[in-house]
């Protein structure tokens, strides 16, 4: 299983045709906000399990929804989603 | 909204809108999610279904091989049992006819479920289809009144199929951290 960067298991992506395993750091971004998986679910029109698929990893997000993930975070997409395990914060790697 | 004299009446989209968040709600209402979030729990759910049905097929097979009296009562309750889990398995697994408002993940789900009910009801049709060639073959005699509660019981496997199948699938919902936790 790979980490994310605050560390935390997850488990490997179960969803893709090619079967390629996208990490993200939407459940960092949530708590740096304070916003509910509802509320964020509310603002992309998505279920709220979907937000909870996504930041498990169980689920690759089309690259609509992602874009949007990114949009509504203020971030660019590449800061929310990575083909590779995003470094630990303080591990002196770049982000 | 129309009008008719002095009574106002809703227009069939008003009508129909209202139907469609009633549904929502009934399927989305917390209690039921509640009720349906743990997959093991799902799992009985589907096994209790599929126990009732092939007790269905037996009782109808029974009623028309040996009638018996009260026989198509029991036969009757069976199914309304039937279609009593089966509602409850649709709603466990989101899959309600006329059900909007489907992210692109659940939308997946149920193409995937689509698919893997039909590779299923494609291999057993073969096996019927192989097993019906066999028997012709032979001077094994198959009363013709067992045919109806196969094909019943098989109506129920294609028709319920994808619906079992996303509740069997589909893993523990999870709170939300503002929600209470699971029971």
């Known amino acids: 299983m790979a980490e994310t960067a605050n560390g935390s298991k997850r488990s490997r992506a179960k969803t893709g045709t090619s079967g390629e395993q996208?990490?993200?750091?939407?459940?960092?971004?949530?708590?740096?906000?304070?916003?509910?998986?509802?509320?964020?679910?509310?603002?992309?029109?998505?279920?709220?399990?979907?937000?909870?698929?996504?930041?498990?990893?169980?689920?690759?997000p089309s690259l609509h929804l992602a874009l949007r993930i990114a949009q509504y975070f203020e971030v660019p997409v590449e800061v929310v989603f990575s083909t590779a395990p995003f470094p630990r914060i303080g591990s002196g790697e770049n982000t | 909204?129309?009008?008719?004299?002095?009574?106002?009446?809703?227009?069939?989209?008003?009508?129909?809108?209202?139907?469609?968040?009633?549904?929502?709600?009934?399927?989305?209402?917390?209690?039921?999610?509640?009720?349906?979030?743990?997959?093991?729990?799902?799992?009985?759910?589907?096994?209790?279904?599929?126990?009732?049905?092939?007790?269905?097929?037996?009782?109808?097979?029974?009623q028309l091989t040996r009638p018996f009296p009260g026989g198509w009562f029991v036969f009757l309750a069976l199914a309304l049992l039937v279609a009593v889990l089966g509602t409850q398995i649709n709603i466990a697994a989101r899959w309600v006819a006329g059900y909007q408002g489907l992210d692109e993940r659940q939308r997946a789900e149920q193409s995937r479920a689509r698919i893997v009910s039909h590779r299923l009801t494609t291999v057993l049709l073969f096996a019927l289809m192989v097993a019906a060639m066999l028997l012709t073959a032979t001077d094994i005699e198959v009363p013709i009144a067992a045919l109806a509660p196969a094909l019943f019981v098989f109506f129920l496997l294609h028709s319920a199929f994808p619906s079992v199948y996303l509740a069997w699938t589909q893993p523990d919902e999870v709170p939300d951290e503002e929600d209470a936790p699971l029971g």
């Open chain 2, 1 to 62: 909204m129309m009008t008719k004299g002095s009574v106002r009446m809703d227009s069939r989209s008003d009508v129909q809108s209202r139907m469609r968040d009633q549904l929502h709600a009934a399927v989305e209402d917390e209690k039921t999610r509640r009720r349906w979030a743990r997959r093991g729990r799902r799992r009985l759910l589907v096994a209790a279904e599929g126990a009732v049905t092939l007790g269905t097929g037996a009782a109808l097979l029974a």
């Open chain 1, 22 to 60: 996208i990490f993200n750091r939407i459940a960092m971004l949530r708590a740096e906000r304070g916003i509910s998986r509802r509320q964020l679910a509310e603002t992309l029109g998505v279920h709220y399990q979907t937000v909870g698929y996504l930041e498990r990893g169980e689920y690759s």
